[in-house]
């Protein structure tokens, strides 16, 4: 297997400088490079650089796989988008080439979701399909999610932890989201991407509530926007104005769920599970999916077969025309002539059998041999086949 590495960085905030652009050309000449992104493959060497410093210096997201499996998610985010302690409960302890981790600069987190295979034990078709330089556009979106306040990703990337090994039967979950029992999009694909265990996922999302309905929250959504001063109003609206739209919905977010929590009545948060708790969750989660796939399986098979059926009797209502078909490929007198003939008597055989017709069979095929026993090779094939003796 040669050797195959792919970089993708994005900017997302703030477009990359003619200046920046020019430093990383310096890194790359081969580099598709633009305000926006960089994108290098490796069948040879590797990237000039330290990803998680341009991420510092320069991007928002980046995205890195290999043909052996490794991979490597980082997304930018500013330090308000999430307090230290809420972080904490997701990440620590943990460093730098754990499935899941995150630094922080001044102004920014960076997170880091990571499967580092060196080895090349894992599965690693999906960075080999069609769809593998698509990760970025499936990724990036969880971006979005964490600046609006969902954890799920953050949860998802304990998961992976969990996966990998790091953690023991006495560690502590951390809050658990709610809606892990339905995905997002971009949330799916992070499983995929890091290779999540189903089962640890069904046994933790178990526990997970389902997210409010739109409907639910639009009450709230006007009760608050109705208690704004025109201020606090013109202030989101000079940011929409200056080109700082992500920024205008954070902030705004944030205050609308500080706004809710303050009048939400005092709840008692739900007992956080040890691992030990949710591995035995995780056996009948198991258990289930493998009655599912069964079930699946059964179901498709009997497809398979009902299908089958219908071919067949399909077939011998058209036996005369079967019958022709053959006789006028055996005439061609060659080898791939005769296989075709004889995968169509094959299938002619099972369909008369079906309908309860072999006797007619037995008459077609000494028909044939009246006209066509001479051909040595044809005779070969249906002594192999059982029909005729030697």
Not at 210 to 237: G, H, N
């Amino acid at each position: 297997m040669s050797e195959y590495q792919y970089y993708e960085f994005a900017a997302i905030d703030r477009p990359l400088t003619p200046q920046q652009q020019a430093e990383l050309r310096s890194r790359s000449t081969r580099a598709t490079i633009t305000a926006s992104s960089f994108i290098n493959e490796y069948h040879w060497g590797d990237l000039k650089g330290d990803p998680l410093d341009w991420m510092r210096r320069y991007f928002d997201a980046h995205v890195y796989y290999a043909n052996w499996g490794s991979c490597c998610l980082l997304l930018r985010l500013p330090r308000a988008t999430l307090e230290q302690a809420v972080l904490d409960a997701f990440v620590l302890p943990a460093e730098r080439g754990s499935a899941f981790s995150a630094s922080a600069t001044d102004e920014h987190w960076i997170l880091d979701w990571s499967d580092w295979d060196e080895e090349g034990s894992g599965d690693c078709e999906r960075f080999w399909d069609e769809e593998s330089q698509h990760w970025m556009a499936r990724l990036l979106p969880l971006r979005d999610e964490l600046l609006r306040g969902d954890t799920r990703p953050l949860y998802l990337g304990w998961l992976a932890r969990l996966c990998g090994g790091e953690l023991d039967d006495a560690a502590v979950e951390p809050p658990l989201p709610a809606g892990l029992q339905t995905l997002s999009g971009a949330q799916q694909a992070l499983v995929e991407y890091l290779q999540i265990d189903p089962d640890w996922l069904a046994a933790a999302a178990g526990a997970s509530e389902p997210l409010p309905a739109s409907d639910e929250t639009a009450p709230a959504l006007d009760a608050w926007l109705d208690a704004q001063t025109p201020e606090t109003l013109r202030a989101a609206l000079r940011l929409l104005l200056e080109g700082r739209g992500a920024q205008a919905e954070r902030e705004a977010r944030r205050r609308f769920l500080d706004w809710q929590r303050s009048r939400q009545p005092v709840v008692a948060a739900p007992t956080r599970r040890r691992v030990a708790d949710i591995a035995v969750l995780r056996q009948a989660a198991a258990q289930r999916r493998l009655e599912r796939e069964r079930q699946a399986r059964d179901a498709e098979e009997a497809r398979q077969r009902a299908e089958r059926r219908q071919h067949l009797a399909q077939l011998a209502e058209q036996a005369d025309v079967v019958w022709t078909d053959i006789d006028r490929t055996l005439q061609r007198g060659t080898g791939a002539a005769y296989d075709r003939a004889l995968q169509s008597l094959r299938a002619l055989s099972e369909a008369l059998a079906q309908a309860g017709r072999e006797r007619e069979f037995r008459l077609g095929l000494d028909r044939l041999q009246q006209s066509h026993g001479r051909r040595g090779a044809w005779v070969k094939r249906l002594i192999a086949a059982g029909w005729v003796e030697k």
